[in-house]
């Protein structure tokens, strides 16, 4: 890792420092020339395989491994909220999550109040407990497990989950009884990951978010890139109470994964918006919190991003307590929340709206380091067309 990071003359990179990388810059040349190919078969797949094997923890790779790895192209799961279509990956992505939890929301008056009212985080963070209870128990990979994605999204479903929550916050609400026997979660997820949307002059957008899982991943570079240490994504802990886990480790599995990346569409299928976040399992709760500001509050997108971030997970509540107003934060302890500091710090929100004139507008998140940029308005690129 340190040579990835390293000046000629040895000495650490530092603030300020033109950093130059030729060895990745060879390593695109080959995929431009050869695509995937020339990551799973040849000199770089040979190289990664001897990566995985360093000390210390060396792995079993073997170049078969690699070069049977198939990347996949899955439709999205897409449902209404509010009048617009959120579209979202599949598992083993946790996108079915945030449409879970969208719906519950739609089933509470949370878009009739505001981001000053302590109701509105209060039913965010009830709803949110209740998305993360099913999340944990029954989504993963989708070729090895079964996974109710649609009964998780089913009206009457949704419905029955939503009358969970009350006036005051109990205790941690238990995943939903779906025909599916599943043991208790054990997965440790890192709150690492980048998100970046790109939209065009026609409406043609990409909203992508990427991870090398933990910060530098696994530590190890090959062709001047950081191998991922993904893999721990998995629960290692394989059953509880004799049911199986379904995010459990085993051979050709994909593990479940947080990213959510999101694009909005209109009623007629044109562009609306896209957006999504890093932040390991709070990503949910990130992407949540955008869409139901920027969809119900009619926010602008960077005052949406800018808003506190509250993450509600089994027992804990956590937050950004010194963002809350002291009104906020004395309802919500008057309803049985009682904030506390951490894991709503490192949310990367980062996005694209189209506004009333039809111009795009982008934001991204002041909590970590992106910018957003435009290089032209739809309507100059169109006119410079032609």
Known sequence: MRTLV????????????????????????????????ALYEGTLAAEIVKATHQSPLPGDMTLK??????????EPLCRAYRGYTVCVPPPPSSGVSLLQMLSLLEHTD????SASDPQAWFLFAQASRIMYADRDRYVADPHLVPVPVERLLDPAYI???????????????????IAVERGRDATVEAPGTSHLVVVDADGDAVSMTTSVETIFGSGRTVGGFVLNNQLTDFSFVPADAGQPLANAVAGGKRPRSSMAPVIVLDHSGDFVAALGSPGGYAILDYNAKALVALLAWKLPLKQAFELPNLIAKGTTFNGEVAKFSPAVLAGLRERGIELKSGRGENSGLHGVVRVADGSDEGAADSRREGVARMLMQPAARRAAAH
Do not use: K
């Not at 060895?23 to 050869?34: D, I, K, M, P």
């Not at 949370?110 to 109040?113: K, L």
């Open 6 to 37: 390293a000046l000629a003359d040895g000495d650490t990179i530092q603030e300020g420092d033109l950093f130059r990388n030729p060895e990745y810059a060879g390593t695109l040349r080959q995929v431009a020339l050869a695509g995937p190919a």
């Open 65 to 74: 491994d690699l070069s049977s790895y198939r990347a996949e192209w899955d």
């Open 110 to 113: 949370i878009a009739a109040r």
């Open 159 to 177: 419905r029955m989950r939503a009358q969970l929550i009350g006036e005051h916050a109990g205790p941690a609400p238990p995943p939903g009884d």
